[in-house]
């Protein structure tokens, strides 16, 4: 069993739930939004903020950052996706949309920019691609309709040949949007797919779902090969770069809130082993479900954003990396 | 509409269910045959209703023929009457056949030739006890998942418990899971009826049809199932049917007319009587296998309102409310001699309960009594100031003398220590604070050895074989779990299981299982398992949406008392041996272990490498996307560029008071 892990670093900087948490390719830098307007950027080194991007005006619920760590994209409940200069936080090329941006992401190459929207009213839910070395005159370069289940989560599939989807009845599908067609669809979970991250190579990836599981999955035929139960929902899940282990947060849903044990800080991250299924760890720290979790890229630590506005960043003790399973 | 108008079309009324024969009366001259019709009407038939028509035909000398004929006013009537007056008894030689007259023209079609029914071919059963020969004595229990989906039966081994080969099974079960009570079979709910399911491979015993069965009862020794369904209707207006589970035919059904709580009828511990009481009037003790009333008649007592069987001997308990001029009673009857052995009188009684010891050592009658008693509007009694007295019955002693106590606050749930002469109750109102208080029933007298103050606690589970037990805060309480020895009264252990809606006992009193059943609670559903002490062992969480955790129960040891205190003399001898089979099983197991865990890896890496192929088979294009190598953090180490950052960690304020001197 781990026994301690050095104390976390608290980024105080949303005053809403967080949405998401993104570390940048070198993993310098962490990129936070939430359910307030302004997403930041922080050092990782040290916890200190670089700054915030200003100018959406709604709840922003995706981010992501560049390879290159140059440019950030971010998807917002103002019906507009946004791209940032990292250095200077201006805002670059804006573009409006029908309904909510729900996910967000840069290409391979770092071209194109993909957006997946909300189904409301008299809008279906549709994937658009924009070409972002184009004038901004904010057209996209093609778009698909998604007829039934909304989009919950999405990511780019390996070389970007197409997007792999997670939709609110728990199907997961490979998308070409340029082909405009639905490649394959498999039914591994039985509730909405809240969260999808690729593993650092991009040939697998994990799958988190409100039906209690996460699932690891191979990008080329959507195999499932593992699963984690919890008891709980689950939010967001991340597989490490570094160990074989799959890192799961969550909590409970809305509607099921009775007094849930009331011991503060009770909402917990869960450690499995990625190969025998078996939780091993649990981080205690929230004060409400956590939303989003992540490793850090050298696997050297993680951090989790939780429904109470909290974001915080922890680096393992050596145990952790000399731990085994008997 | 038209539709319903025709349906109120006036039917022609075939006359023909408010009418009854009754056969196998004695055969009279002329001069008797009014005697005997009197007779008749006056024991057996007017006081179920309006006789309209009664006839006793006569040959040609007017002697009667031994049956008579009689029609009610309404069906209800006649159909009451039958139940009642079946096998009654007129005489000696003289029992009353009674049938229905719409009955009379089945049998009349009958085939005049005799077939011989077809011999049912043998099915063996295989060992309907296999489970309790299992190498090292692991129990059973079922659970029913994945909101009552999915039921699995699993092997008990601590820690790691196995499913079962073939009884993970869908929508085995419409309702809940329910076995036998020496654990032979497990029952299953269906529209239809129940299914009972058994031996190593969990196949169907046998079928009892029931309709929108809702709850059922098997006899102590699982020969007999009673079950319950709502769903009556005109042509079959029994709502409960007793089986036979071997056969699995229908012995006898029977209307439910009072409201009352399940199981309407009790049983005696070898099956041999079921009883129920019609309150206010008999006691109705039936004997099995004929399942006809014993001695063909009802036990008429005014007042009557509840019976209750001894656990362990053909022993009656009911009590008799009290009225204007008479007190209560408690009266305890054998069967089937009916002798009474023992009687109390109670006054100012206003309700009672009856708790036997699981043993049948002692009865201890709960009686609810009052200072002042005031009547209604209605006529309805109502009770001021309620105290409780507990009266405990000594059965083994003779004459089975009675003891009291006596407690001013409210009291519930009253539990009898299994296997011992403790019992313990909780007291109080929730709002001043609730207490566990403990009493020792002791040769001469009875003690109060144990009051545990501020108890938040709905619940006393006690081991199955005694000592030990479990006060528990279930459902709204919030998951308390307190574990008591109670040989010196030590608390072993403070637990909780947050939201737990059940607790139960392993048959052998080594574990508790605590569940939070997705029935009341839709999240966190889970069972945990403690030891007898308290210490949480393991927790049954990869299920989801557990709805029910049920342990198999074990029929009573085979063991004489004399054999089990030489056992628990030798325990040494015992224990070193089991201690070495436990090491040897921990290594097995944990190679076991090993085994797949090394198993699991070599799978996992077969799948990665196949990936890994084809993520190297596009390393070409990755260069071409973004211009240079990004597949490893340092892969692209040329363009890093080394940048020293220097953080001030301390800024320390000296001063100065001269220059130095430069030297010449």
């Given at each position: 069993q781990l026994n301690q892990i050095m104390k976390p670093i608290c980024l105080l900087g949303h005053m809403r739930s967080i949405t998401q948490v993104r570390f940048n390719r070198d993993g310098d830098l962490i990129f936070t939004c939430a359910k307030d307007p302004h997403p930041s950027i922080w050092f990782a080194l040290n916890g200190e903020r670089l700054g915030s991007l200003v100018g959406h005006n709604g709840a922003v619920w995706c981010v992501d950052c560049r390879w290159d760590s140059k440019k950030v994209l971010t998807g917002s409940a103002d019906n507009s996706a946004k791209l940032w200069d990292t250095e200077t936080g201006k805002c670059v090329l804006s573009v409006d949309t029908n309904s909510a941006v729900r996910s967000c992401g840069f290409d391979f190459a770092g071209t194109s920019a993909m957006l997946t929207t909300d189904k409301t009213m008299g809008y279906k839910c549709t994937i658009l691609l924009y070409d972002i070395r184009q004038d901004p005159a904010g057209q996209p370069a093609c778009q698909m309709l998604v007829p039934e289940s909304k989009i919950t989560s999405a990511v780019w599939g390996p070389l970007s040949r197409f997007l792999i989807t997670g939709h609110e009845n728990g199907d997961l599908c490979q998308m070409d949007v340029r082909a405009q067609k639905v490649i394959r669809t498999e039914k591994h979970h039985k509730g909405a797919i809240n969260d999808i991250r690729m593993y650092k190579d991009g040939t697998m990836f994990v799958t988190a779902s409100k039906d209690h599981t996460a699932r690891l999955i191979d990008s080329y035929e959507l195999q499932l090969f593992k699963t984690y139960k919890t008891e709980r929902p689950v939010n967001s899940a991340d597989i490490s770069p570094l160990r074989p282990h799959v890192l799961l947060g969550g909590g409970q849903e809305a509607q099921d809130v009775t007094t849930s044990g009331a011991h503060v800080g009770k909402f917990d991250a869960k450690f499995f082993h990625t190969v025998y299924e078996e939780e091993f760890a649990r981080v205690k720290g929230h004060f409400g479900p956590i939303n989003s979790v992540g490793f850090t890229p050298d696997g050297r630590g993680f951090v989790t954003g939780g429904e109470d506005g909290f974001v915080r960043l922890h680096s393992f003790d050596n145990d952790y990396f000399d731990f085994e399973f008997e | 509409l038209l539709g319903d108008i025709l349906a109120e079309k006036p039917q022609e009324k075939k006359a023909?269910?408010?009418?009854?024969?009754?056969?196998?009366?004695?055969?009279?001259?002329?001069?008797?045959?009014?005697?005997?019709?009197?007779?008749?009407?006056?024991?057996?038939?007017?006081?179920?209703?309006?006789?309209?028509?009664?006839?006793?035909?006569?040959?040609?000398?007017?002697?009667?023929?031994?049956?008579?004929?009689?029609?009610?006013?309404?069906?209800?009537?006649?159909?009451?009457?039958?139940?009642?007056?079946?096998?009654?008894?007129?005489?000696?030689?003289?029992?009353?056949?009674?049938?229905?007259?719409?009955?009379?023209?089945?049998?009349?079609?009958?085939?005049?030739?005799?077939?011989?029914?077809?011999?049912?071919?043998?099915?063996?059963?295989?060992?309907?006890?296999?489970?309790?020969?299992?190498?090292?004595?692991?129990?059973?229990?079922?659970?029913?998942?994945?909101?009552?989906?999915?039921?699995?039966?699993?092997?008990?081994?601590?820690?790691?418990?196995?499913?079962?080969?073939?009884?993970?099974?869908?929508?085995?079960?419409?309702?809940?899971?329910?076995?036998?009570?020496?654990?032979?079979?497990?029952?299953?709910?269906?529209?239809?009826?129940?299914?009972?399911?058994?031996?190593?491979?969990?196949?169907?015993?046998?079928?009892?049809?029931?309709?929108?069965?809702?709850?059922?009862?098997?006899?102590?020794?699982?020969?007999?199932?009673?079950?319950?369904?709502?769903?009556?209707?005109?042509?079959?207006?029994?709502?409960?049917?007793?089986?036979?589970?071997?056969?699995?035919?229908?012995?006898?059904?029977?209307?439910?007319?009072?409201?009352?709580?399940?199981?309407?009828?009790?049983?005696?511990?070898?099956?041999?009587?079921?009883?129920?009481?019609?309150?206010?009037?008999?006691?109705?003790?039936?004997?099995?296998?004929?399942?006809?009333?014993?001695?063909?008649?009802?036990?008429?007592?005014?007042?009557?309102?509840?019976?209750?069987?001894?656990?362990?001997?053909?022993?009656?308990?009911?009590?008799?409310?009290?009225?204007?001029?008479?007190?209560?009673?408690?009266?305890?009857?054998?069967?089937?001699?009916?002798?009474?052995?023992?009687?109390?009188?109670?006054?100012?009684?206003?309700?009672?309960?009856?708790?036997?010891?699981?043993?049948?050592?002692?009865?201890?009658?709960?009686?609810?009594?009052?200072?002042?008693?005031?009547?209604?509007?209605?006529?309805?009694?109502?009770?001021?100031?309620?105290?409780?007295?507990?009266?405990?019955?000594?059965?083994?002693?003779?004459?089975?003398?009675?003891?009291?106590?006596?407690?001013?606050?409210?009291?519930?749930?009253?539990?009898?220590?299994?296997?011992?002469?403790?019992?313990?109750?909780?007291?109080?109102?929730?709002?001043?604070?609730?207490?566990?208080?403990?009493?020792?029933?002791?040769?001469?007298?009875?003690?109060?050895?144990?009051?545990l103050e501020k108890r938040n606690v709905n619940t006393i589970s006690w081991s199955p074989i005694g000592q030990h037990v479990v006060l528990a805060g279930l459902r709204s309480a919030n998951g308390g779990l307190e574990f008591i020895d109670t040989s010196d009264m030590k608390t072993t252990a403070n637990q909780e299981h947050f939201g737990a809606t059940d607790i139960e006992w392993d048959p052998t009193g080594r574990y508790v299982v605590t569940t939070v059943s997705f029935w009341h609670v839709k999240v966190d559903n889970a069972s945990h398992v403690y030891s007898s002490h308290g210490t949480l062992l393991y927790k049954l969480n990869k299920l989801e949406r557990i709805c029910q955790f049920a342990w198999r129960p074990r029929p009573p040891t085979l063991l004489s008392d004399e054999q089990i205190k030489n056992i628990k003399k030798n325990m040494k001898t015992y224990s070193r041996r089991f201690e070495k089979e436990d090491l040897q099983s921990s290594t097995r197991a944990s190679k076991e272990l090993l085994e797949k865990r090394a198993r699991l890896n070599t799978e996992y890496e077969k799948w990665r490498a196949k990936l890994l192929e084809k993520f190297r088979g596009e390393k070409q294009k990755r260069l071409e996307l973004r211009g240079v190598d990004t597949d490893e953090l340092d892969s692209n180490a040329q363009d890093f560029v080394e940048e020293t950052l220097e953080f001030p960690i301390k800024v320390e304020r000296i001063r100065i008071d001269k220059l130095p001197q430069v030297a010449e």
């Open positions: - | 023909i269910n408010n009418a009854l024969v009754l056969s196998g009366l004695p055969i009279v001259d002329s001069a008797r045959i009014e005697r005997l019709q009197v007779f008749i009407r006056d024991k057996f038939l007017d006081k179920h209703g309006e006789v309209v028509k009664f006839s006793m035909p006569t040959d040609e000398n007017g002697n009667s023929l031994g049956f008579a004929l009689c029609c009610f006013q309404t069906d209800q009537q006649a159909l009451d009457a039958l139940t009642d007056i079946q096998g009654a008894s007129l005489d000696k030689m003289h029992t009353l056949n009674v049938f229905k007259f719409s009955d009379f023209n089945r049998l009349a079609d009958a085939d005049d030739e005799w077939k011989p029914p077809e011999k049912a071919p043998f099915v063996d059963r295989g060992d309907l006890r296999s489970w309790l020969r299992e190498d090292r004595c692991h129990d059973q229990f079922g659970v029913l998942h994945t909101a009552g989906s999915v039921a699995t039966i699993y092997w008990h081994w601590p820690g790691d418990p196995q499913p079962v080969d073939s009884a993970t099974r869908n929508n085995w079960t419409e309702s809940r899971l329910h076995w036998s009570p020496l654990g032979t079979y497990l029952a299953t709910y269906h529209t239809k009826g129940i299914a009972l399911w058994g031996g190593e491979k969990f196949e169907q015993i046998n079928r009892f049809q029931h309709k929108n069965v809702q709850i059922i009862d098997f006899s102590p020794c699982e020969r007999y199932l009673v079950t319950f369904s709502p769903s009556v209707t005109k042509e079959d207006p029994h709502a409960i049917k007793m089986f036979e589970v071997d056969t699995g035919k229908m012995k006898r059904s029977f209307l439910h007319e009072q409201a009352a709580k399940w199981p309407v009828f009790k049983w005696s511990h070898k099956g041999e009587f079921f009883a129920r009481v019609q309150t206010g009037k008999a006691l109705q003790v039936f004997e099995t296998p004929s399942f006809s009333l014993l001695d063909k008649k009802s036990i008429s007592v005014q007042d009557v309102q509840d019976l209750s069987w001894s656990p362990t001997d053909n022993i009656l308990a009911y009590w008799i409310a009290e009225t204007d001029n008479q007190p209560a009673r408690v009266i305890l009857m054998t069967m089937p001699e009916k002798r009474e052995v023992a009687t109390k009188m109670l006054f100012n009684v206003a309700d009672c309960r009856m708790h036997w010891h699981p043993q049948g050592n002692y009865l201890c009658v709960r009686v609810n009594r009052y200072t002042k008693k005031k009547l209604d509007a209605d006529n309805t009694p109502k009770y001021i100031n309620i105290y409780t007295n507990f009266e405990v019955f000594r059965m083994r002693e003779k004459n089975i003398p009675v003891e009291k106590i006596e407690v001013t606050d409210a009291v519930s749930c009253f539990t009898w220590e299994p296997h011992g002469s403790k019992f313990a109750m909780v007291q109080g109102i929730a709002s001043k604070g609730l207490s566990v208080v403990f009493y020792q029933v002791n040769a001469h007298d009875i003690e109060k050895v144990k009051v």
